[in-house]
């Protein structure tokens, strides 16, 4: 069965470039959201999209912007890259028929 | 807004024996859905368990099984018969079950679980 497919897998950038994370959800899904998680810590809601409008906001810095595309696909694009942002980025895509979370395998980015 | 609390930093158990995780949680909904995710070193975030807050019933899943008290906000994970392959931090969730928030997850702080030969 396909999967939800974020790339790239890993990514290394210097402070103050920019990075562009991708989520390709699960066919059929039509929501999409976004977490950080930290070095030993737990996931943190950035942002969400639904039927490409974006649906709710969590705690993502203004550096930070995201879309979701006519084939539901979305983009999380990172700008003036800081130490801080090093962290496993996950996309988590539903639609309404479903009721768990399908997950990626994430996107390492490190920031050196 | 919802919080999730995992009190156990970790925790380690022999191999075959059985272990609890536990979780609490608060929320002034009604309707909401409950997780336990598993995300071993690869990192992979890997659905362990879930369970309908309208459910009485307590989910199983295979050697995997959750104690659910909706009025004590409380929702462990019991494991029977640890496999090393079971060792990863655990992650409980939480997630609305309506209206804007529907299919945000709210995490705790989670727990690594060690198994020991």
């Known amino acids: 069965a396909a999967g939800v497919i974020q790339s790239p897998r890993h990514l290394i950038k210097e402070k103050r470039e920019t990075a562009t994370l991708k989520c390709y959800p699960i066919?059929?899904?039509?929501?999409v959201y976004w977490y950080q998680q930290g070095p030993g810590q737990d996931p943190q809601f950035l942002i969400s999209?639904?039927?490409?409008?974006?649906?709710d906001k969590g705690s993502i810095p203004d550096r930070f912007s995201a879309q979701q595309f006519s084939d539901y696909h979305s983009e999380l694009n990172m700008s003036s890259l800081e130490l801080g942002d090093s962290a496993l980025y996950f996309c988590a895509t539903y639609n309404q028929m479903v009721t768990e979370a399908f997950f990626g395998q994430g996107t390492r980015l490190t920031v050196v | 807004a919802q919080t999730v609390t995992q009190s156990q930093p970790e925790m380690s158990v022999q191999e075959a024996e059985t272990v609890t995780l536990s979780c609490t949680y608060d929320?002034?909904?009604?309707?909401?859905?409950l997780f336990w995710y598993k995300q071993p070193p690869s990192r992979q975030m890997i659905l362990v368990i879930r369970?309908?807050?309208?459910?009485?019933q307590n989910a199983t899943e295979n050697r995997f099984s959750v104690n659910f008290q909706k009025a004590a906000k409380s929702f462990s994970l019991k494991i029977s018969d640890s496999q090393l392959g079971d060792t990863a931090m655990y992650f409980c969730a939480f997630m609305s079950a309506g209206g804007t928030s529907y299919g945000k997850l709210t995490f705790g702080q989670g727990t690594i679980l060690t198994v020991h030969p």
């Open positions: 999209f639904y039927e490409k409008m974006q649906s």
């Open positions: 369970q309908e807050a309208y459910k009485q």
């Open positions: 929320t002034s909904e009604n309707n909401y859905y």
């Open positions: 066919p059929r899904h039509d929501t």
